[in-house]
């Protein structure tokens, strides 16, 4: 997908998030968002751990493939 798509998809959603935000009382946001922020954290973890353990076994390819050469 073409980088100015994905732009323009997350500004659609930023946009869109905060118009349901201001229909809204601050207290119903307030208890979406303690119930949301949580689980997205947990991903975003999630996420990184797998960005670093692929990292690490591309590192270890890569020395293998030096040892070999």
Known sequence: M???IKV???A???VG???VIYQY???EFYLVAKGIVPP???LLGLFIMWL???EL???KELKSAKRKK
């Open 17 to 19: 998030s905060i118009a």
């Open 57 to 59: 076994r591309i590192e």
């Open 8 to 10: 323009l998809f997350g």
């Open 12 to 14: 659609i959603l930023l």
């Open 52 to 54: 670093e353990l692929d």
């Open 25 to 27: 009382t601050l207290d």
């Open 40 to 42: 997205f954290v947990a």
């Open 2 to 4: 073409h980088p100015i």
